[in-house]
């Protein structure tokens, strides 16, 4: 097991008190797995990715374990994480195409990273460049300032940096979003081919562009207002999605092909609660369809089916009326 | 007649160190759109989709061509005229978080548009309005006058925007990236908004890279890449049976729930897809000329008319099917046309935007009743 994330809690520290950006996550990743995160913006999806590896000085660390291969990483102390980051944890920023500093060159900045490191540039050079050929970047880009690259060229430059090392996990936040389709397939393709070529061992991917991961995540989970909604293998969460959030969220993206005139598609009502006071009970129950009365109760995040999670009283009671509905589609 | 005509818009910006290159950022632009209807302008970034929008909306001048709204050259608007026709033409841009200044009330878009065009309304009759206009944008005003911005979602703060628009009379509405900053359960309601406006007979030009949205919501699609449209037609024309390469490649490209990319061809970015079995040229005219980076080409096109090279072959394709880098670097005193060296010669520097705007794009031609292509140079 390489990622094991248990009863996670990460909090700002705000002058109106502790805003629970993460409250209570806990999952797991796969040796070679792909997990993509996905919810909408102030979910927590951010927050937490950031949380693996660098916490801000207005983050607090409200509880919860990270063992990664086994070690338990010392998320809430700064100093002590720095050991494991490149090499045990990296990530690609969410703004990786203005992660660069712009006075300096890029193989400066691989120098730099890696001195930090206490490794010499010389020793990975070589292999630097092979991996700067294999995202189709030129040779010479090491001799360039990063406002000499493109967009796209900035985010593969920055990508190898981030892997320079061969982390065990990889955080990858937001890397397709400001992208066009074709640089974005291209990126979601390197970044399984990075995988594949064992550069990195797992790989957390974080958008709320749910057709991006259908693409390239074995599992999906979904994050509602700090807590976890859904998870379970790509495909299962994409055609067969349990939760409400998910269905709607998945009903309310367009597909190429269809128009308004054949199916008007649905947004979901409402905004996602403040987290600074959230309410009690299920959080997405003001904006659900499906609410009931037990809904004022938290509902736990529970394996529904086999590899399917999910947190959601409504899903849980039709499971008990029609077990035998259910049961098929876990074996389709 | 249509309500607005885009004809032959070339746009050319000065661009590189000093000023000293030329960049077409548009040529030879030419469709219309009629009243009531939605154009959806695709284009990757640098295509000049925005450029566009900017130039209908006046904030650009056009370097040549005429764009005509209701037979009148907006071109040539004066204080007056334009004054009538910002009344009737409106934008809405992509980053609603950025269009208002946050140390002020976001319902102060709407106060500034009432000296201007509103000054005989009485209050009653200026409260009335507001709130039919904020009920077409289904807006509780409540929850939205008297806020500031930030008190505002990103949904509310777009309809805020197309609120303020509808105010005014306005026809058409030049709709840029307006959603891609929203989550996707709010750029639904956005997007709806305007469905429901359109069939009201507002005319919408909708500039989006996402394909799907265009898709979703247009009558007509114009596929525009580097300030060229390759393709143009009715939208399931053109989505259903797409015949340029670079069409084809970039719907390949679209991630979508319930097909994998796999499925597809690999993407070729610089669309160098052979057409119809002949191997096209590579159909990426590289209108960035005098750019240090393709310094190489402008060495190799030679001749006067023609300084910039239309031809940028690329070597070997990249290995993962990645968009096309900067070649090698000639060192900045190799150039012999150097910006620096072109400072002083304004009579160069005409010419070449002279060239730039003669310079004709691949033709359109129809290849059946309203879709067209652009056929690929030959030779």
């Known amino acids: 097991m390489s990622l094991k994330v248990d009863n996670l809690r990460i909090a700002y520290r705000t002058l109106h008190g502790d805003v629970g ?10 040796d070679g797995e792909i997990m993509g995160l996905a919810g909408e913006s102030g979910c927590g999806k951010s927050t937490l990715g950031n949380s693996l590896i660098f916490m801000e000085g207005r983050m607090k660390h409200g509880g919860g374990t990270v063992e990664l291969d086994g070690k338990t990483l010392p998320i809430g102390d700064s100093r002590a994480m720095n050991q494991y980051r490149m090499r ?69 430059a920055t990508m190898v940096l981030s892997t320079m090392l061969n982390p065990s996990l990889l955080i990858a936040d937001e890397v397709t979003s400001a992208l066009d389709v074709s640089t974005q397939r291209a990126v979601g393709e390197m970044l399984m081919e990075f995988r594949d070529r064992q550069f990195v061992k797992s790989m957390i991917v974080i958008t709320h562009d749910l057709s991006v991961l259908a693409q390239i995540a074995d599992s999906i989970l979904v994050m509602y207002a700090g807590k976890l909604a859904e998870k379970a293998d790509a495909r299962t969460v994409v055609d067969n999605p349990l939760h409400p959030y998910t269905q709607l969220l998945l009903g309310s993206l367009p597909e190429v092909g269809l128009r308004y005139e054949d199916a ?13 006071h959230p309410p009690s009970g299920c959080r997405f129950r003001a904006r659900c369809p499906f609410a009931f009365d037990k809904c004022a109760e938290e509902p736990p995040f529970l394996e529904l089916q086999r590899g399917h999670q999910v947190a959601c009283w409504k899903v849980m009671q039709d499971m008990a009326k029609e077990p035998a509905v259910q049961g098929q589609n876990a074996s389709r | 007649m249509s309500m607005l005509q885009i004809d032959r818009v070339t746009k050319v910006y000065k661009s590189g160190t000093f000023g000293g290159g030329m960049k ?26 925005s450029t566009l929008g900017k130039i209908v909306l006046r904030l650009v001048p056009v370097t040549s061509g005429r764009v005509f709204f209701d037979g009148q050259d907006i071109v040539m608007l004066k204080k007056g005229g334009l004054h009538d026709y910002y009344k009737q033409v409106q934008g809405v841009f992509q980053d609603p978080f950025s269009s208002y200044n946050p140390l002020y ?58 609120a ?36 009201r007979g507002l005319g919408i030009l909708f500039i989006t890279h996402d394909l799907s949205l265009g898709n979703y919501i247009s009558d007509r699609t114009v596929i525009l890449r580097q300030g060229v449209v390759l393709e143009m037609g009715l939208t399931p024309k053109v989505f259903g049976n797409p015949q340029h390469s670079y069409t084809r490649s970039l719907l390949t490209a679209v991630p979508q729930l319930h097909k994998r990319w796999d499925h597809a061809p690999a993407v070729q970015h610089d669309g160098v897809v ?42 070997a394709r990249k290995p993962l099917g990645l968009p096309e880098g900067p070649g090698p670097r000639p060192s900045l005193m190799d150039l012999e046309d150097a910006p620096w060296r072109r400072r002083g010669s304004r009579h160069d520097r005409v010419n070449e935007q002279k060239a730039l705007v003669a310079d004709l794009p691949p033709q359109l031609v129809e290849c059946e009743e309203g879709h067209y292509v652009a056929v690929e140079y030959q030779g």
């Open chain 1, 21 to 30: 950006a993460v409250d209570g996550v806990s999952f797991s990743i796969q």
């Open chain 1, 88 to 156: 045990d944890v990296s990530i690609i920023p969410q703004y990786a195409m203005s992660a660069l500093n712009p006075t300096k060159k890029i193989g400066t900045l691989a120098a730099d990273l890696l001195k930090s490191r206490g490794v010499r540039y010389k020793s990975v050079l070589e292999e630097l460049k092979r991996r700067i050929a294999l995202v189709g970047l030129p040779d010479n880009v090491v001799d360039m300032y990063p406002f000499e690259l493109s967009g796209g060229m900035r985010q593969r």
């Open chain 1, 264 to 276: 008007a598609l649905v947004g979901i009502p409402g905004r996602p609660p403040s987290l600074l």
């Open chain 2, 24 to 49: 077409a950022a548009l040529r030879q632009v030419s469709f219309d759109i009629d009243n009531g209807e939605v154009v959806a302008l695709i284009g990757e970034s640098g295509s000049g989709k």
């Open chain 2, 105 to 162: 009330k976001a319902d102060r878009v709407f106060e500034m548009l009432r000296p201007e065009y509103f000054s005989h309304l009485s209050h009653q009759e200026w409260e009335a309005k507001l709130d039919s206009a904020l009920a077409d944008v289904s807006l509780n005003p409540g929850d939205v006058l008297n806020k500031f911005p930030h008190q505002l979602s990103g949904g509310q703060q777009q309809r805020l925007l197309v």
């Open chain 2, 164 to 199: 303020r628009a509808l105010l005014l009379d306005v026809k058409l509405l030049i709709a840029d990236e307006i959603i891609s900053m929203l989550d996707a359960s709010t750029r639904v309601d956005v997007l709806n908004l305007l469905v429901g406006l359109k069939k």
């Open chain 2, 274 to 315: 052979p057409v119809n079995g002949s191997a096209a040229r590579p159909s990426a005219p590289t209108t960035a000329i005098k750019d240090f980076t393709s310094g190489s080409d402008v060495a190799a096109a030679g001749g006067d008319s023609r300084r910039y090279s239309r031809s940028a072959t690329h070597p």
